[in-house]
């Protein structure tokens, strides 16, 4: 018994380290598969606003009013007009701020120029923005203003004026509005800077401070560059090896117990700052917790059977004895033991019945938590499949015990489907992502209009909007930047999807169709139409009769066909609906049979 009893404590020692170690491995792989999503999607996002106000400062920096504004720099009323201009841009694009520097650092227009902490007569030649502007290049650079006191990210563009730079533009982005998409989330997001400072986060106690303590030199240096103004950057206590990816971290606070995070981090060397994510890891130790405590009824429901066996054996053994004491009275002992046996056997089926009971709740029980695992982390669309997938393979496994060859092989047929799913849907994500290469090649036409309706295939669906494609059975070749051709079908086509948003038949027709020389490629839709005010300025910049768009999809479409020499305009069908024309040189063409 005792023996019995040491086996099964050091059985149950070595599954608790075996458990253990099992959730540790199988929650960490998972919380970094996680994490990196995490950080993937707040990276791509954040790149995605960058990009948004990349282009603002040089669309701004060849107006008329903007040069002549500079070239007149002591004219009040022009002043005054151009700050209402640079008012009117930042409303529309969404900036924080806008304004025009002169050579010297000194703002001479605004979009505050009404406020009370105006930008006008402020200097910012310190600024290496303004310091990579007037160099000619386009300077990009983030810190805490020093008039409003606000962080932003700032974009600026020289102005030149017979080649030669006469004052610099700035848009300033805010980073705030960047923080309150990402607030509520369990995983702390951040940006830091090349001292480990943290300059966005969703977790605003953390703002303006280091990751690690920063030397008095340090400190000194980042007085200097004003970047922070007069903030004291105080370091977080956060101890481990922070410069590894991925990483653990632990965050010593005045609570009883430190904090253990999950670092994992990625360098953005165009905006010159380090984004990371730190996901708790309290979800794992939570597991283990859960797994030794069902680790421990089992083996405790295993002692009590081992001793409901020894105390059986025991009894058995007591009653042989008595059984040999008593002969004389055998016929008597063998009713009253055969009584005795029957209650017993009643007694241990119920016994059984009960371990059976508990045993399938437990099952229960881990099904649901697993579930409820499951089901939280499903946070986009792939993971649709990877459940699938995981499913089928559990049963699988459960097939391939049982010897059910078929069923085994019907579950991996499932799961090659799901993974081919998968892997079209990432080849499609990453063929939209793909950067243009700035150069013209001379590709079929029938081929980009075929991939740009692919790409919106999804929306035309979502939306039940129909479309067709008539290219008079001719194959026309181009000398076209693919990637930029594609991007103004896109965004024709998105175009026309919103104009047929509210109409009974929502219809888009390609028509693709030659001009001596020219081939002509025609997007109709059976919308409304536009208003005819609207026209000669569709293609002007920030010009938009949206409540939520830029106003720069078709200025950058026509600066585009501009470029390879082609051209697109605008205007209303006969009966209904608008109509885009492209039109462009002929490269090759071939007449179909």
């Keep these: 018994m005792l023996t019995t009893r040491k086996f099964l404590i050091g059985f149950y020692l070595i599954s608790v380290i075996i458990l253990s170690s099992w959730v540790w491995r199988s929650g960490y792989a998972k919380l970094v598969s996680q994490s990196n999503q995490q950080l993937d999607i707040f990276a791509a996002h954040l790149q995605s606003q960058l990009q948004r106000f990349d282009a603002i400062p040089r669309l701004l920096f060849d107006q008329k009013l903007v040069v002549a504004s500079l070239q007149d720099i002591d004219n009040a009323q022009l002043q005054e ?13 969404g900036a924080s701020d806008t304004y025009l520097i002169d050579l010297n650092g000194t703002t001479i227009a605004a979009n505050n120029w009404r406020d009370e902490q105006t930008f006008i007569g402020k200097n910012f030649a310190f600024r290496p923005y303004f310091q990579q502007a007037v160099s000619g290049q386009q300077g990009r650079y983030f810190a805490l203003g020093t008039t409003s006191g606000q962080r932003g990210y700032y974009f600026s563009s020289p102005v030149i004026n017979a080649d030669k730079i006469i004052g ?23 940006v830091t800077d090349d001292d480990n400072v943290i300059f966005i986060s969703n977790t605003q106690s953390w703002l303006l401070h280091s990751l690690t303590p920063l030397s008095t030199e340090k400190l000194q240096q980042i007085d200097r560059s004003r970047r922070y103004g007069d903030k004291r950057i105080a370091a977080l206590n956060f101890s481990g090896p922070l410069e590894d990816n991925p990483t653990l971290l632990q965050l010593t606070t005045s609570k009883p117990f430190a904090t ?13 700052w380090t984004v990371r994510v730190f996901a708790p890891l309290t979800a794992i130790f939570i597991d283990i917790a859960i797994g030794m405590v069902l680790l421990s009824l089992v083996f405790w429901l295993l002692n009590l059977r081992l001793r409901l066996s020894m105390h059986k054996r025991q009894r058995d053994q007591d009653k042989e004895v008595q059984r040999i004491k008593t002969k004389h009275k055998l016929e008597q ?56 997938i995981r499913s089928y393979a559990d049963n699988a496994l459960v097939f391939l015990q049982r010897e059910q060859h078929q069923s085994t092989q019907d579950n991996l047929q499932r799961i090659i489907h799901l993974t081919e799913r998968m892997a079209k849907i990432s080849s499609q994500l990453k063929f939209f992502a793909r950067k243009s290469s700035g150069e013209l090649h001379t590709v079929p036409l029938r081929n980009v209009i075929n991939m740009a309706v692919e790409l919106v295939k999804p929306q035309l669906k979502n939306n039940q909007v129909s479309i067709t494609v008539d290219d008079a059975n001719i194959d026309v070749q181009v000398n076209v930047d693919q990637v930029q051709l594609e991007q103004v079908l896109v965004n024709l086509l998105s175009n026309a999807m919103q104009a047929v948003e509210d109409t009974s038949e929502k219809h888009i027709h390609i028509i693709l169709c030659r001009h001596q020389e020219q081939v002509i490629v025609q997007v109709d839709d059976s919308g409304s139409g536009i208003n005819p005010v609207n026209l000669p300025q569709l293609f002007d910049p920030f010009f938009t009769t949206k409540d939520t768009g830029l106003g720069l999809g078709l200025s950058i479409s026509h600066k585009i066909m501009r470029n390879m020499h082609g051209n697109i305009k605008a205007e209303n069908r006969p009966n209904s609906g608008a109509r885009f024309s492209l039109s462009l040189p002929i490269a090759a063409i071939t007449e179909l049979a």
């Design 333 to 388: 002992e063998v009713k009253r033991r055969t009584a005795d046996l029957n209650n017993e056997i009643i007694e241990r089926q119920k016994m059984e019945q009960t371990l059976r009971d508990t045993q399938k709740e437990l099952i229960q029980t881990a099904k649901l938590a697993v579930l409820g695992q499951l089901s939280a982390s499903i946070s986009h669309e792939l993971n649709n499949p990877l459940a699938a």
């Design 81 to 93: 007009k151009t700050s209402r201009y640079l008012k009117h841009v930042n409303n529309t694009i």
């Design 168 to 190: 610099v533009v700035v848009v300033k982005m805010d980073l705030s509005k960047i923080e309150k998409e990402w607030t509520g989330k369990q995983s702390h997001f951040m």
């Design 260 to 272: 253990n995070y999950l670092s994992i981090s990625k360098y953005m060397p165009a905006a010159g």
